[in-house]
């Protein structure tokens, strides 16, 4: 007997930031982040801006495999994810306005976009009764404040 489970892009407070590394929120978030800082009116966005991403905050993503072991699942595989998708502009948006970023993006077409759309199948968890709580923009800013405590 087993739960095996396949979650959805995470991010959240203690991720990755470095440029080099790090996955697209706190990517993203940085560039601007920093942008905003130095006065610099445009941050540039990898591939067309285009492709579909689901997120989930990690708090769900605990709280979901909390949830499949109060249920008393016993076998499986489950996939965790926010059962919503955004494009990366509107990420990038939100993201904006959440650092209050005023300046504008510009797309290098020289890196790829990858998949156009990742998002994954929660039926099975969902018909248990499971929802993600935090949405993407109250994350994002809770993700926001963190940086900004550890980094500023």
């Not at 995470?10 to 942008?35: C, Q, T, W």
């Not at 689901?54 to 489950?78: N, R, S, T, W």
């Not at 993201?95 to 890196?111: L, N, R, T």
Request: hydrophobic share 40%; with cysteine; proline share 4%.
């Amino acid at each position: 007997k087993y739960i095996s489970v396949m979650p959805t892009n995470l991010y959240g407070p203690h991720d990755n930031f470095d440029l080099e590394s790090s996955h697209v929120i706190p990517a993203l978030m940085r560039k601007i982040h920093e942008a905003k800082t130095s006065n610099n009116d445009v941050v540039t966005i990898w591939g067309s801006g285009k492709p579909r991403r689901e997120f989930l905050h990690v708090d769900d993503m605990a709280a979901a495999c909390i949830y499949l072991l109060q249920q008393g699942v016993e076998d499986g595989m489950y996939n965790i994810g926010a059962g919503t998708d955004v494009t990366i502009t509107e990420l990038a948006e939100l993201i904006k306005k959440v650092i209050g970023f005023a300046g504008h993006f510009e797309y290098d077409a020289s890196m790829p976009d990858g998949t156009m759309r990742k998002m994954l199948d929660m039926r099975r968890l969902t018909k248990l009764g499971w929802q993600p709580r935090v949405s993407l923009a109250q994350g994002i800013d809770q993700t926001y404040r963190w940086y900004l405590q550890q980094y500023s």
